[in-house]
């Protein structure tokens, strides 16, 4: 059957939540949901989350929201942004500014809707109505006359279908991601502590000692980062240059050396893809900073505590004054080691709070020097202890990797299925038509 050119008005409606009172809030009950709740297509919970005591939930019926309602932010930075309610949030009350897309008519799939609200096109379609006239700000009416091409109502259903088979997988890796970066954490505090030893045997109480990072093995050596240095196990630690050498914005080009700042490190790996650069002519006038393979790296301004080792550099990369370089001797400390230490919960909450001691959020590679470490003198034992760790993070790695291909598959899909340019199968659709009849047949 043939798509017809529409807009949204008179297939769905806009609502609006409650304008709830303070004096109503609890600290337990019903969750208040509210824009910064919208989070990757989903809501999530924030600190400042409100709550309304259960006994309320009958005045408030009409803003109850339950599991797959379709919500949208209506003002603010993140205007249009877009989430569902998931069961973790059912119930909840909708509070004042998030929409509540509903489907007013048979003829519409909500589920279509969302998956068309939510594509990249659309999405630039409302911020452009929600810009338009300075302040980002979303109307009903700017919803509702969103134009789109309407398939018949099987067909919304298929396409919605295979859509959302893809949120799903996409869900579920990211919930397996959530379990391996857990798993990483107990494996990290509890290896790298000695208290469990590469053999999965726990030490006993007596075997350990009582340390700035809680109980570790009494067996490992216990010091300051600076004596690893005296000790030549760190044989360098440097960051970029500061003052009139730092390189401005207009020398930037794009290629070349890797310019790192503490915003180009996640999750354990340094972005030289997409970092700013400088030419090597430029970076080889430049004094100190200039960072090799296998050296490690910490932020240590404005955003703290972000590690990882350097695995690409051609022949090095440039620091900037945010990020400090440990070069390390392997025969004596392996760099795995040192990278998954300074990711050890216990080591970054002491890291923040030296950092916080700055109005900057900042600490010099002075104070770094004075931060504890321990470890086994031992480097095959070092290598036993972050085996395991590796492993979770390669597949971590592995799903963020499979999440990614899951986001372009989407992407590709929506573009051609939310447009008509590719149609499904007759057959395929034609189990939604049966599906859509039945459905008619027990309303009767």
Not at 377 to 405: A, Y
Request: hydrophobic share 35%.
């Amino acid at each position: 059957m043939a798509w017809t050119e529409t807009t949204l008005k008179g297939f769905v409606s806009v609502e609006s939540g409650a304008a709830f009172k303070s004096e109503e809030f609890v600290d337990q009950g019903i969750p208040v949901v509210k824009i910064a709740n919208i989070t990757n297509n989903t809501l999530e919970p924030t600190k400042g989350d409100d709550y309304i005591k259960e006994s309320d939930l009958e005045k408030y019926e009409s803003v109850k929201l339950s599991q797959g309602d379709v919500l949208i932010a209506m003002s603010g930075n993140t205007t249009c942004k877009m989430g569902r309610v998931p069961e973790n949030f059912s119930p909840s009350l909708l509070n004042q500014r998030v929409g509540w897309i509903k489907p007013v008519t048979d003829e519409i799939d909500i589920d279509f809707v969302y998956h068309l609200l939510v594509s990249e096109t659309y999405q630039n379609r409302l911020w452009n109505y929600a810009t338009a006239t300075g302040q980002p700000n979303l109307s009903p009416r700017d919803i509702k006359r969103i134009a789109f091409n309407k398939p018949p109502k099987p067909e919304q259903t298929a396409i919605a279908t295979i859509l959302s088979k893809v949120d799903d997988a996409i869900e579920a890796t990211q919930k397996s991601i959530k379990a391996a970066e857990k798993l990483k954490k107990a494996l990290m505090q509890n290896l790298l502590t000695g208290k469990l030893k590469p053999d999965g045997t726990w030490r006993s109480e007596g075997e350990l000692i009582l340390t700035k990072y809680g109980s570790a093995s009494a067996d490992w050596k216990y010091c300051k980062i600076n004596d690893l240095i005296k000790e030549d196990y760190i044989l360098k630690v440097q960051d970029g240059n500061h003052g009139e050498s730092h390189p401005v914005s207009a020398e930037f080009v794009d290629e070349g050396i890797p310019f790192v700042m503490a915003s180009d490190i996640s999750k354990g790996y340094v972005d030289t893809k997409n970092c700013k650069k400088i030419t090597k002519q430029r970076a080889d006038k430049l004094r100190i900073g200039f960072a090799k393979e296998g050296d490690v790296l910490l932020s240590h301004k404005a955003s703290v505590g972000y590690t990882c080792i350097v695995e690409e550099a051609d022949p090095y990369i440039m620091l900037t004054p945010q990020v400090t370089l440990y070069r390390v001797d392997p025969a004596k400390l392996i760099p795995e080691y040192l990278l998954y230490f300074f990711q050890l919960y216990t080591f970054q909450v002491i890291l923040e709070g030296f950092a916080k001691q700055s109005t900057r959020n900042y600490i010099g590679i002075t104070n770094q020097k004075k931060l504890w470490i321990y470890l086994p003198d031992s480097v095959q034992e070092q290598s036993k202890l972050v085996e395991p760790i590796r492993k979770v993070d390669k597949e971590i790695l592995d799903k963020q990797s499979k999440i990614k291909s899951l986001q372009r598959l989407k992407k590709s899909l929506m573009q051609n299925l939310l447009t008509g340019k590719v149609r499904l199968p007759e057959e395929f659709i034609k189990q939604f038509e049966v599906e859509e009849n039945n459905k008619e047949v027990i309303a009767e």
